[in-house]
């Protein structure tokens, strides 16, 4: 059983930058693939960014390649999404989530996740 906590949401203007963590619990968060989304009103929630257990391989979106940056800290059980140079089109509910190491399917596929937070806010003003 892992239980997520995302923390590090609120309003930022245009271009700014926000930082947010998931907080993890359960020793074993190694095992698991980590991954960030998020939801917009009247929207699907859909895939921002993913890391492997071990932090050598990441993936994005295209739409936050190279704005958007996930890393990890195994020794604290967190996840990181680095943010900036953000839009009005990235406000958002974040989520991070877990996905099992059992498990082979896409990193993309928010069904493939096993364990998800209650989400962060993130507002982006124009």
């Known amino acids: 059983q892992v239980q997520l906590v995302e923390s590090g949401g609120g309003l930022v203007q245009a271009g700014g930058s926000l930082r947010l963590s998931c907080a993890a619990s359960?020793?074993?968060?190694?095992?698991?693939?980590m991954g960030w989304f998020r939801q917009a009103p009247g929207k699907e929630r859909e895939f921002v960014a993913a890391?492997?257990?071990?932090?050598?391989?990441?993936y994005y979106a295209d739409s936050v390649k190279g704005r958007f940056t996930i890393s990890r800290d195994n020794a604290k059980n967190t996840v990181y999404l680095q943010m900036i140079s953000l839009k009005p089109e990235d406000t958002a509910v974040y989520y991070c989530?877990?996905?099992?190491?059992?498990?082979?399917?896409?990193?993309?596929?928010?069904?493939?996740?096993?364990?998800w937070g209650q989400g962060t806010q993130v507002t982006v003003s124009s």
């Open positions: 890391i492997r257990w071990s932090g050598g391989s990441t």
């Open positions: 359960g020793r074993t968060f190694i095992r698991y693939a």
């Open positions: 989530a877990a996905k099992g190491p059992l498990s082979s399917g896409s990193y993309y596929a928010p069904n493939e996740y096993d364990y």
